[in-house]
T-cell receptor
Framework: DAKTTQPPSMDCAEGRAANLPCNHS???????VYWYRQIHSQGPQYIIHGLKNNETNEMASLIITEDRKSSTLILPHATLRDTAVYYC????????????FGAGTTVTVRA | GAGVSQSPSNKVTEKGKDVELRCDPISGHTALYWYRQSLGQGLEFLIY????????KSGLPSDRFSAERTGGSVSTLTIQRTQQEDSAVYLC?????????????FGEGSRLTVL
């Protein structure tokens, strides 16, 4: 599996953009980058995914570098409800249903 | 509701007892997954069901763990002779089918405490 590296934690001010980095230097050409988040005491929630183009939806934007070795999840206007653990996951080929959740980044949004 | 439903939400049991955890996936979702999350840890894959195909049980930690999915819908995860190290939150997720997207819809989980 390609593995991901994320900072263990980060703080963000409410109303500001939160930029969450992820390194996936061993990613293969046909592997997607997925982001999930897990709010305390809840199951993980899908946020967004992409292959090589930047993606945007109602929750966030995903910026993938041209060499695909890293990506950034952007929460444009963080709210207190965005406080959660954010997981960057590379979807492996073959056993592509076994999403491997690492430790993620604990994001704390402060008022 | 429209989401993945799990029961019980909390279960406290004594070491050596058997437990059953239930998952009701989203209607129409053919893929169903079980994960386990120990305190402060990431998610650990346990088992995967896809339609009528044989399940992938490669993540089950021991033969005390088993799961079935009846009628392609409801799934039950059974842990026999529970041990303290089985204490964790057991999460179920479903998806339409894996080829389309890796978007999994998770339930709220069943918190198991083995005394």
């Amino acid at each position: 599996d390609a593995k991901t590296t994320q900072p263990p934690s980060m703080d963000c001010a409410e109303g500001r953009a939160a930029n969450l980095p992820c390194n996936h230097s061993t990613i293969s050409g046909n592997e997607y980058v997925y982001w999930y988040r897990q709010i305390h005491s809840q199951g993980p929630q899908y946020i967004i995914h992409g292959l090589k183009n930047n993606e945007t939806n109602e929750m966030a934007s995903l910026i993938i570098t041209e060499d695909r070795k890293s990506s950034t999840l952007i929460l444009p206007h963080a709210t207190l409800r965005d406080t959660a653990v954010y997981y960057c996951i590379v979807r492996p080929t073959g056993n592509d249903y076994k999403l491997s959740f690492g430790a993620g980044t604990t994001v704390t949004v402060r008022a | 509701g429209a989401g993945v439903s799990q029961s019980p939400s909390n279960k406290v049991t004594e070491k050596g007892k058997d437990v059953e955890l239930r998952c009701d996936p989203i209607s129409g979702h053919t893929a169903l997954y079980w994960y386990r999350q120990s305190l402060g840890q990431g998610l650990e894959f346990l088992i995967y069901f896809q339609g009528n195909s044989a399940p992938d049980k490669s993540g089950l930690p021991s033969d005390r763990f088993s799961a079935e999915r009846t009628g392609g819908s409801v799934s039950t995860l059974t842990i026999q002779r529970t041990q303290q190290e089985d204490s964790a939150v057991y999460l179920c997720a479903s998806s339409l089918r894996r080829e389309v997207t890796g978007e999994l819809f998770f339930g709220e989980g069943s918190r198991l405490t083995v005394l």
